[in-house]
C-alpha cells in the first residue's frame, strides 16, 4: 500500500513525491489503488513483453496468425476428414479458428503470466512496485496478437459468407472472459511458482489436457449429450472456465443457433472466483517474493 507520509515536524505532509510504502490490512486490502497509481508502469510493462516476444524474430507478428491458421488446418485434416468430427452445421475450419482464437489467448497468457514473476526477478529485487502488474502485463500483452488473428476470421467469415449478426457485438465481452480467465489462473500459478519451481513443468503438460477437455475440436454439444445421458445438467461442462469461452466466442461470429447462456454464465462464475481468490492469495504471498524469487 502507498500512502503521503505525515510530517512530524511540520505538522504538514511531506511533499508528493515523497511516498510510504506500508503492508496490506486485512484480507479485503487487494491494493488496486496502487495498480491505479502505477498505471503507466502498466503500459510500459505491455510494451516489454511484446518487444521481447517479437524480437529477432523472422517473421514477427506474422507468428499472431500462422499459429493458429496451421493449427486450424491440421485439426480440418486429422478431426474433420479422417475422423468426422461434426461441427454443427459450420465449415470446419472456420468452426475449429474461430475457437483457436480464444484458446490460443488464454494459453500463451497462461504460460507467460506463470512464469512472469520468476522472469522478472531483477526487477522484483531491486525496486517497489505492485508485483501483481506483471502477470497483468504478460496477459494484456496477448491482445496485441487476438487483434492481429481477428482481421485474418474477419476475412475468413467472408470467404465462408458469414454475414455478421447482432450477437458479435458482444465480441469484445468473451474477449474479457478470456482474459480474466488467463488472469486468474495466471495470478494462482504466478504467485506459486515463485515457491515452487515444479509449476513451470506443470503449466505446459496442464495446458495441452485443457485443450482436449474444452470444445476445440469438437462442439460442446457433445459432452452436454453424454452428461445428460448420466442424469447430469449440461451446464456442468461450463464448470471449465474455457467452455463459456470458447463456445460464445463461436455464437458471436458464427450466429448458429441460441446463446449458451447456462455455459457462459457457469464459466463466468468459476473464472471470477478463481481470480477473486487468486489475488487474496497472490497480496498475501507479495511481501515474500523479494526474498525467495
Excluded: C
Amino acid at each position: 500500500m502507498i500512502d503521503q507520509a505525515p510530517d512530524r515536524f511540520g505538522g504538514g505532509i511531506w511533499p508528493s513525491e515523497a511516498i510510504v510504502i506500508k503492508p496490506a490490512r486485512g484480507w479485503l486490502d487487494l491494493g488496486f489503488k496502487d495498480l491505479w497509481l502505477y498505471r503507466e508502469l502498466l503500459y510500459f510493462l505491455v510494451w516489454r513483453d511484446i518487444k521481447v516476444r517479437y524480437k529477432q524474430t523472422a517473421l514477427g507478428a506474422l507468428w499472431a496468425v500462422l499459429q493458429p491458421l496451421l493449427t486450424m488446418v491440421v485439426f480440418t485434416i486429422v478431426f474433420s476428414r479422417m475422423a468426422g468430427i461434426e461441427s454443427e452445421g459450420a465449415a470446419y475450419p472456420i468452426f475449429s479458428f474461430t475457437a483457436l482464437l480464444p484458446w490460443n489467448f488464454f494459453a500463451q497468457g497462461l504460460t507467460q503470466s506463470s512464469n512472469s514473476l520468476v522472469g522478472s526477478s531483477h526487477l522484483i529485487t531491486k525496486v517497489y512496485f505492485p508485483r501483481f502488474l506483471i502477470p497483468v502485463a504478460s496477459v494484456l500483452a496477448g491482445v496485441v496478437d487476438l487483434a492481429i488473428a481477428l482481421i485474418v476470421l474477419f476475412g475468413m467469415m467472408a470467404f465462408y459468407g458469414i454475414r455478421p449478426t447482432a450477437p458479435l457485438l458482444l465480441l469484445p465481452v468473451f474477449v474479457l472472459l478470456a482474459l480474466i480467465t488467463a488472469l486468474a489462473a495466471g495470478t494462482w500459478l504466478s504467485a506459486l511458482n515463485v515457491k515452487y519451481r515444479d509449476i513451470r513443468y506443470l503449466v505446459p503438460f496442464s495446458v495441452q489436457l485443457w485443450l482436449f477437455v474444452s470444445p476445440v475440436i469438437y462442439p460442446a454439444s457433445n459432452m452436454i449429450e453424454k452428461l445428460e445421458a448420466l442424469g447430469l445438467p449440461g451446464w456442468l461442462y461450463g464448470l471449465n472456465p474455457m467452455v463459456g469461452v470458447i463456445e460464445g466466442f463461436r455464437w458471436a461470429v458464427i450466429g448458429a443457433g441460441s446463446a449458451p447462456v447456462s455455459l457462459i454464465l457457469a464459466s463466468a462464475v468459476v473464472s471470477f472466483l478463481v481470480l477473486a481468490t487468486g489475488v487474496v492469495y497472490f497480496r498475501r504471498m507479495e511481501r515474500g517474493f523479494a526474498d525467495i524469487v
